[in-house]
């Protein structure tokens, strides 16, 4: 499903010929099966933002590659990776991500008009994906008329909307409090039984990464492999 291939990477502080080059990660090497719970977890700093953002094409690896459904998309585009990251990918964001001038339902049905869906089909999967996650009496509030938790699924419904087999979720749960909290983990290992989905999450809380069937810590750019128990 996701296979990570000796991938290091740097970044670059000061100006071109004076910059100083700060080590982020170093010959990364993983896969992620599909339908697993993949759960990263490393302190502040141990480069696993940076690795969620190469894994989702934001940055292109320095070295090494990265395959998705067997395609290597660390050789696409922008463009190219655009295109498939609305077809292939979701996403949850610790600070959610919601457009505050947009209802819930618009949230959720954004991914479909950039998809070029057509407006009948658009409202009918929209409706049904705020019943699945328990909104459909709030889906015109706006997300500052939602509690947190609330505003965590309509998040994962925008992530869900476009049916993709992998989602990528940077600290789900760092916003919320510790009982909406185990009901999300809930409603994520739901989904992976469900309907099968690929979870690969970043986390540095011990709650979030049991729910993980793998769990992979990262120190210093560097991994190693094993199962909290």
């Given at each position: 499903?996701?296979?990570?291939?000796?991938?290091?990477?740097?970044?670059?502080?000061?100006?071109?010929?004076?910059?100083?080059?700060?080590?982020?990660?170093?010959?990364?090497?993983?896969?992620?099966?599909?339908?697993?719970?993949?759960?990263?977890?490393?302190?502040?700093?141990?480069?696993?933002?940076?690795?969620?953002?190469?894994?989702?094409?934001?940055i292109?690896p320095?070295?090494?590659?990265?395959?998705?459904?067997e395609?290597?998309?660390?050789?696409?585009?922008?463009?190219?990776?655009a295109?498939?990251?609305?077809?292939?990918?979701?996403?949850?964001?610790?600070?959610?991500?919601?457009?505050?001038?947009?209802?819930?339902?618009?949230?959720?049905?954004?991914p479909?008009?950039?998809?070029?869906?057509a407006e009948?089909?658009?409202?009918?999967?929209?409706?049904?994906?705020?019943?699945?996650v328990?909104?459909s009496?709030?889906?015109?509030?706006?997300?500052?008329?939602?509690?947190?938790?609330?505003?965590?699924?309509?998040s994962?419904?925008?992530?869900?909307?476009?049916?993709?087999?992998?989602?990528?979720?940077?600290e789900?749960?760092?916003?919320?409090?510790?009982?909406?909290?185990?009901?999300?983990?809930?409603f994520?290992k739901?989904?992976?039984?469900?309907?099968g989905?690929?979870f690969?999450i970043?986390t540095?809380?011990?709650?979030?990464?049991?729910?993980?069937h793998?769990?992979?810590?990262?120190s210093?750019g560097?991994i190693?492999?094993?199962?909290?128990?």
């Open positions: 499903m996701i296979t990570v291939k000796n991938v290091s990477h740097d970044f670059e502080i000061g100006k071109k010929g004076r910059a100083t080059i700060i080590p982020v990660l170093r010959d990364i090497n993983f896969s992620v099966n599909r339908g697993e719970i993949l759960t990263i977890v490393g302190r502040s700093g141990s480069g696993k933002s940076t690795l969620l953002n190469l894994i989702s094409g934001f292109r320095r070295e090494g590659g990265i395959w998705i459904n395609e290597q998309v660390s050789k696409l585009n922008e463009a190219q990776f295109d498939f990251r609305i077809k292939n990918l979701g996403f949850i964001f610790q600070s959610f991500q919601l457009i505050p001038s947009m209802t819930a339902f618009q949230n959720i049905e954004l479909l008009i950039i998809k070029g869906m009948k089909e658009r409202r009918d999967k929209t409706e049904e994906m705020l019943k699945k328990g909104l009496e709030y889906q015109d509030h706006y997300p500052g008329e939602l509690s947190g938790g609330q505003q965590q699924r309509v994962i419904a925008r992530a869900l909307i476009v049916n993709p087999p992998i989602i990528l979720a940077d789900p749960t760092g916003s919320l409090d510790s009982e909406t909290e185990e009901d999300l983990l809930t994520i739901q989904l992976n039984q469900d309907l989905i690929t690969l970043i540095h809380d011990d709650k979030v990464a049991r729910i993980g793998r769990t992979i810590e990262l210093d560097r190693t492999e094993g199962e909290l128990v």
